[in-house]
């Protein structure tokens, strides 16, 4: 294993990675550092290219030491799908779609629990409890209960149905919250802390950002893009935004590729994606401020980015700084008109934060900040059959 050490990106202090980590003390969240000079020797793109067709071909770049810790579903390797169709239609015609629906449990969530429990199965952890708005409970719920873990999963009444489901099913002690995720963090909290020195043994806290691991999942989403475009980077990546796990984890990435010469100089412009719903990031990036306020009376349909208050704000908004991406909120009515001309064009049904990549898409083109010569990638971060809702078939006539 590669893995050195865990940094602080706020204070710039060091943690060690061989035991389990929550928070730095100055309350940022913590990164996973490499020997990236030991991995350009073990390791380079050719080498790579024969391997399975999950995110453990990065296997180098990840934080597991022994195969045995390696709890996988085989998620990764989706498929890069060309959108030209519905691409020309909006004057974006190298318009690409990464598919995380394709993903076991129907999201990229599973991405961050892999890695995330089976790091957490390495370092000896035997509970683990989180706040979701679904997708991430019900994907760390299934890789717990396969790497033989308790889950405790707390999750909005709003949340997606077939989530809840998901937990449940999976064996997981699921706890109904009626508000938001930030209310049912607070609920997590108090568990986790009733847990410390309980005879039944201590909760592990896996909130979004607050262990280091799930973010080593998800940035392979940007290893794959790159790779699938044969070590290529694109224009632009629209990322739609809650926690904003994986526009870090993809800025992360795309930075650890630049180290190993992977990649050249020239980043993709990073775009983080919410709706007017819900739009802490964009109100914070709008101000030029290097952190977001809390957003008031969130909602929105694309409920995986209904996120008042992400503990990342600082990261996302360097990301999108970094690499001259921008912030973008779009309207549900938009977001739903565009996954159903979406399905019309190009056959596949969205989850409604992939559609809302491509409203943004719409209209940055429209605006001229996507230029038509521009090679765009839109993350489809679930499977569009986890949302019914979306597709209304109520009202069809039955005619036999
Ligand atoms: C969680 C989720 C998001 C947002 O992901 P973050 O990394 O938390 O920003 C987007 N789409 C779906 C379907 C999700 O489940
Ligand atoms: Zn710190």
């Known amino acids: 294993m590669y893995l050195t050490h865990l940094h602080c990106p706020r204070c710039d202090t060091s943690h060690p990675a061989d035991r389990p980590q929550n928070l730095c ?13 030991e991995v350009r020797k073990a390791v380079d793109p050719a080498a790579l290219a024969g391997r399975s067709a999950d995110l453990w071909r990065y296997r180098e770049l990840l934080p597991v030491a022994e195969e045995r810790h390696v709890t996988t579903f085989g998620e990764g390797w989706t498929p890069l799908l060309p959108a030209a169709r519905y691409g020309e239609s909006i004057g974006v015609p190298d318009l690409l779609i990464k598919d995380e629906g394709l993903v076991p449990t129907g999201s990229f969530k599973a991405r961050g629990a892999a890695v ?23 994907a760390w719920a299934t890789y717990a209960a396969r790497a033989g873990m308790r889950a405790t999963i707390a999750m909005p009444l709003g949340a997606p149905t077939i989530t809840r489901r998901e937990c449940v099913a999976a064996g997981a002690e699921l706890h109904l919250i009626d508000g938001l995720i930030s209310d049912a963090g607070r609920y997590v909290g108090t568990l986790i802390a ?35 475009l044969g070590w290529q980077v694109p224009d ?39 709706s007017t719903g819900c739009a802490p990031i964009v109100r914070a990036f709008g101000a030029g401020a290097t952190r977001a306020e809390p957003w008031a009376d969130a909602w929105t349909v694309a409920f995986g980015i209904n996120v008042p208050a992400p503990l990342g704000d600082e990261l996302i908004l360097d990301a999108l700084r970094d690499t001259a991406g921008t912030a973008i909120a779009v309207d549900d009515e938009a977001i739903l008109a565009d996954l159903h001309d979406f399905g019309a064009r190009e056959g596949l049904l969205l989850c409604p934060e992939g559609a809302a990549c491509l409203t943004a898409a719409r209209q940055l083109r429209a605006g001229g900040w996507i230029r038509a010569d521009e090679r765009v990638v839109v993350l489809n971060t679930g499977a569009g059959l986890k949302y019914p809702e979306t597709v209304d078939v109520d009202s069809l006539p039955v005619v036999g």
């Open 194 to 228: 009733d847990s410390a020195g309980s005879p039944d043994g201590e909760i592990f806290d896996v909130s979004t950002l607050k262990e280091p691991y799930r973010l080593e999942g998800k940035k392979t989403m940007g290893y794959e893009v790159v790779e699938q």
């Open 236 to 274: 632009v990546i629209l990322y739609p935004t809650g926690g904003g796990v994986g526009l870090i984890g993809i800025h992360k990435a795309l930075h650890e590729l630049r180290e190993l010469g992977w990649i050249g100089d020239t980043l993709p412009r990073l775009v983080a994606v919410q």
């Open 116 to 138: 995330g429990v089976s790091r957490a199965r390495e370092l000896g952890i035997r509970h683990v409890a989180m706040p979701t708005n679904g997708n991430a409970g019900a």
């Open 25 to 37: 003390a100055c309350g940022s969240p913590l990164l996973a550092r490499y020997d990236l000079a």
